[in-house]
């Protein structure tokens, strides 16, 4: 991996965004499209900078689209 510290990885605020919105909509995954879509979009500009970026690039994960009425 690049060995970048996480306190710099420039993709970490979005990896925390994710975790944040999936906690807050009870994981259900289809909740937070939008935020794996930022960190995909982070990935591909730092992918050199970033421990996160490289096994998500190796396999990224399959998007649904967002649902309009999440479950609450």
Known sequence: ?????????PCQKSAC???KC???NNY???????YVQALMRC???NAARSNLCEPLLANP???????PHPAK
């Open 1 to 9: 991996m690049g060995g970048v510290d996480s306190k710099e990885d």
């Open 17 to 19: 965004a994710i975790q």
């Open 22 to 24: 999936l906690a807050a």
């Open 28 to 34: 259900h995954q289809e909740a937070c499209v939008s």
């Open 43 to 45: 990935c591909e500009r």
């Open 61 to 67: 994960p399959p998007l649904s689209t967002p649902n």
